[in-house]
């Protein structure tokens, strides 16, 4: 079993050394990109208010609580209880608002679809462009965590892509890669 695996990997590793590969790096890209600097300081500061807005409801809760732990003995049973549904409900407040600002479908995660998306399509679309016009049949994208130990420069596309989206190449220290020395 193990020589059919050997095989087939051997087989794998010998069609893919006939394909011509690229990679880029995004975040390279993306950094010079002033759209997404934008759009990221947009969520950014979104973020930021909401957390702020989430830290008051949460130190609300805990001064509810600390007055009622500093008033229990003083209240009778039915005002402990109004106490305590009051500070189930102030919980739930600050879960249900955490949830609808930073959850999987909250409004955090809707504005960045609505705002990083279409310079991450403008993008992509360039990477296409970049793959047809050299006749790549793969482009990798380091930055989106893709493991390389090593990399020829000659396969770097990222500064190809930055010129098909209009982005300047000539900044100095940007180089994406020296591994290929």
């Known amino acids: ?12 590793l010998s069609s893919l050394s006939a394909q011509k590969t690229g990679f880029i790096d995004s975040d390279l890209i993306l950094g010079k990109m002033p759209e997404y ?5 947009q969520l950014d500061d979104l973020a930021t208010k909401w957390q702020q807005d989430a830290a008051e409801l949460q130190q609300k809760l805990d001064q509810m609580y600390k007055d009622y732990k500093a ?22 407040e600050l879960f249900q608002f955490r949830e609808d ?36 049949d793969f482009i990798f994208d380091k930055a989106g965590g893709a493991l390389m130990m090593y990399a020829n420069v000659k396969y770097d596309k990222t500064f190809e892509v930055m010129e098909e989206l ?14 290929g020395k």
């Open 71 to 92: 008033e229990e003995v003083l209240l009778t049973s039915d005002q402990k209880r109004k106490r305590e549904e009051s500070i189930l409900a102030k919980e739930k």
């Open 101 to 136: 600002k930073f959850g999987q479908t909250g409004e955090l995660f809707k504005k960045r679809e609505e705002l990083i998306k279409p310079v991450q399509d403008k993008v992509f679309d360039a990477v296409q462009k970049v793959a047809k016009k050299e006749g790549l």
């Open 1 to 12: 079993m193990r020589t059919f695996f050997f095989i087939l990997a051997i087989s794998a």
């Open 37 to 41: 600097k934008s759009a990221q300081k």
């Open 166 to 179: 209009g982005i300047p190449t000539d900044t100095p220290g940007t180089t994406p890669v020296n591994s």
